[in-house]
């Protein structure tokens, strides 16, 4: 299915894409984040059919336009399941960028003649919400920024983008 979407092929790009529900704890369940390195091996990637076997060997891990199709308590669920997947090595980042507001909240937006909610977050809430609800406070460093971006037919919206980073 990933190759369909992206128009590629397993010569043009050999990468093995895990199609599921990020909140069936099968394809990805919610573990504290690794403190030690893990001694189980890495995983055969291209036979995954779960992200599971990940927990503790992800030293990156890119999540784009991903949170603010959920609820807030759903971001945070999110949020927790990849800290789950991240590697403990210091400088191990999860990154992205999604809507986000000053203040957090429902944000709303007209695109294309439809109208949307999305709970977004601020920069400051981000910040809490990794540093010191998903990772013990003092574990990772958290970045992040709200832009203003021009979509297509003039249209506005705030942009945060962010990384949380292993200390």
Known sequence: MGHVLFRTTKDTWPAHFVPGDAFDPQILSVVPPTRTVTQKPMPDLSTL????????????????????????????????????????????????THAGKEEKGICTSQILGSQYELFCHSPQSWREMWDGIVFEKGEVEVRAILKEIVLPMGHKINFLSWSITRL
């Open 49 to 96: 059919t779960s992200l599971n076997p990940l927990q503790g060997h992800c030293a990156v891990i890119h999540a784009a336009a991903f949170f603010h199709l959920f609820k807030e308590e759903e971001q945070l669920h999110l949020a927790r399941a990849l800290a789950g997947l991240l590697s403990p090595e210091p400088g191990s980042i999860i990154c992205g």
